[in-house]
């Protein structure tokens, strides 16, 4: 995985290159063994998925309040200024686009909108999970950040110019994809024979973090549409009946690892998700190219 922003290349057999490849089996007996605890913690109710941090849970309980005032949530964000500061910066960012600038919280909430100030709140809470003391393991969460980051960015994007889907949301999607990497890192941690061992790790990361993810989210009580998305971006050639963020993260994870040397081939112009945003391989190439501004942009701003 990469933090580098979308490579800019015009070359038609980009087209067929796209999400990462599972590495060859390394010690795969205590490989199977970890995937086993993992499967079975999770079966039992005993692995320990992260928690969503409370602020984002107190300010998504405002928001669902219909007797709620502003200054409630204004209160509840303003308690972590880190935070607000974070809500006042993307109130004046590419995100929105407002015409002039903003420098209080309160003038930030109302451009922003109670549904995109709980998606940015979300976002930046959950950026919190992805911190460990193991040095080797904060290495991997933070290429994983970045990478989300990024799968973020360009779902943004997408959105944007070809969906009627709500970018912010969209975004969100894209943010939490591989949430499901976070437990088993977490567990990866107390065994240093897989902890260290960087293949055997992305062998039990690639397996089973759609699955977990789909935990996590269903444990957060998201809407089953984030959760499709964490559960089914890696299935490349899914078919939803309509356009959902499943769709939209799907291609953005494709073009994230696009020109990537372990990157697997697949058959672009048979992935259903990118024909119903009316494109095709090339196009979708192009049209990412001419917004790599506006991704880096957005990816710097989840990412500093």
Not at 228 to 256: G, M, P, Q, T, W
Request: proline share 5%; hydrophobic share 45%; aromatic share 4%.
């Amino acid at each position: 995985m990469s933090s580098k922003p979308l490579a800019k290349s015009s070359s038609k057999s980009a087209a067929k290159i796209t999400a990462i490849t599972h590495p060859s089996p390394e010690k795969a007996l205590n490989v199977d063994k970890f995937i086993g605890q993992l499967l079975e913690d999770l079966k039992s109710n005993q692995l320990e998925l992260p928690v969503l941090p409370q602020v984002a849970v107190k300010v998504s309980k405002i928001i669902d309040d219909p007797g709620a005032r502003s200054k409630d949530l204004a209160k509840a964000i303003g308690a972590d200024p880190a935070l607000s500061a974070r809500v006042i910066q993307v109130a004046n960012s590419p995100l929105v686009r407002g015409s002039n600038k903003i420098d209080n919280l309160q003038s930030a909430l109302t451009r922003m909108g109670n549904t995109m100030v709980r998606n940015i709140v979300t976002t930046f809470m959950v950026r919190q999970l992805f911190r460990t003391e193991n040095q080797y393991l904060q290495d991997r969460m933070k290429l994983i950040w970045n990478h989300s980051a990024h799968v973020a960015a360009i779902s943004h994007v997408l959105a944007t110019h070809f969906s009627i889907l709500k970018p912010d949301e969209a975004m969100l999607a894209g943010v939490l994809h591989d949430i499901g990497k976070l437990p088993i890192l977490s567990k990866a941690r107390k065994i240093p024979h897989i902890a260290e061992n960087g293949k055997a790790l992305d062998m039990v990361l690639a397996r089973l973090h759609p699955s977990l993810g789909k935990a996590i989210l269903a444990a957060w009580r998201f809407d089953e549409e984030f959760i499709d998305a964490a559960a089914e971006h890696e299935n490349i050639y899914r078919d939803s009946k309509v356009l959902d963020f499943a769709d939209i993260v799907l291609v953005a994870n494709i073009h994230s690892h696009m020109g990537k040397p372990d990157a697997k081939r697949i058959e672009m112009d048979k992935v259903p998700a990118l024909k119903k945003l009316n494109l095709d391989p090339e196009a979708s190439i192009a049209v990412l190219e001419e917004a790599h501004n506006e991704i880096v942009e957005i990816q710097t701003l989840l990412t500093n």
